[in-house]
C-alpha cells in the first residue's frame, strides 16, 4: 500500500488541473480520474472521449481525444 514519489504529486496535481481545464474549453465534462501508478485517465460523461495525464518527473505529458476534439463531435452521430 506505499505510494513512493510523494515528491511528484503536486506537480502531477497541476498537471491534471491543466489537462482538466484543456478539455473543459473544448466543453467536455469529465467524470472522476481514474488513477495509475504513473499516469491518470479520465472520461467525458456527455461523449466518451478521454484525455490522459502522465506523472513522470523527467516529461509530464497529457494526450487524449478529448485535448483535440469538441464535445459533442460523437453526439452527432447517434443523431
Ligand atoms: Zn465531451
Do not use: N
Request: charged share 20%.
Amino acid at each position: 500500500m506505499s505510494t513512493p514519489g510523494f515528491t511528484r504529486t503536486t506537480q502531477f496535481e497541476a498537471l491534471r488541473r491543466i489537462a482538466a481545464f484543456s478539455a473543459a474549453l473544448r466543453g467536455h465534462e469529465l467524470a472522476a480520474w481514474r488513477e495509475g501508478a504513473d499516469s491518470a485517465v479520465a472520461i467525458c460523461l456527455s461523449c466518451g472521449l478521454t484525455l490522459a495525464v502522465y506523472g513522470s518527473l523527467i516529461e509530464p505529458a497529457m494526450e487524449g481525444s478529448a485535448l483535440e476534439a469538441h464535445c459533442g463531435a460523437e453526439r452527432s452521430k447517434a443523431a
